[in-house]
């Protein structure tokens, strides 16, 4: 059974583990490399189970990982711009 963790940049459970047995063995190196929390939703529920398989996988302690940095998009844009596809389209 496949389980997505990731809805917004399709990583599976499986992904993130083989992930960590490559080295990837920090939730910014998992980030950089799957992707993971990089969607829309800016990892809001899947760095949570992101963490907790990272922790069962190397054995490291929820708490003591780092967060990953959060960067939000560099240029500020309208909601109007994101709620509205076909608006977009019309301006172009
Ligand atoms: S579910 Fe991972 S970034 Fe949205």
């Keep these: 059974m496949t389980i997505v963790v990731c809805r ?3 990583v599976t459970e499986e992904d993130i583990v083989e992930a ?8 910014e190196k998992l980030k950089r490399h799957l992707r993971l929390g990089m ?3 800016q990892g809001k529920t899947c ?6 398989i990272l922790g ?8 003591d990982m780092d967060t990953p940095t959060a960067r939000p998009p560099s240029q500020p844009v309208p909601f109007s711009l994101l ?3 076909e608006e977009c389209e019309e301006d172009e």
């Design 56 to 63: 069962r996988e190397t054995g490291k302690s929820v708490d």
């Design 47 to 52: 760095m949570l189970i992101a963490r907790r």
């Design 20 to 27: 960590i047995e490559e080295g990837y063995d920090e939730l």
């Design 39 to 41: 969607g829309p939703c």
């Design 83 to 85: 709620a509205s596809p």
């Design 8 to 10: 917004c940049e399709d």
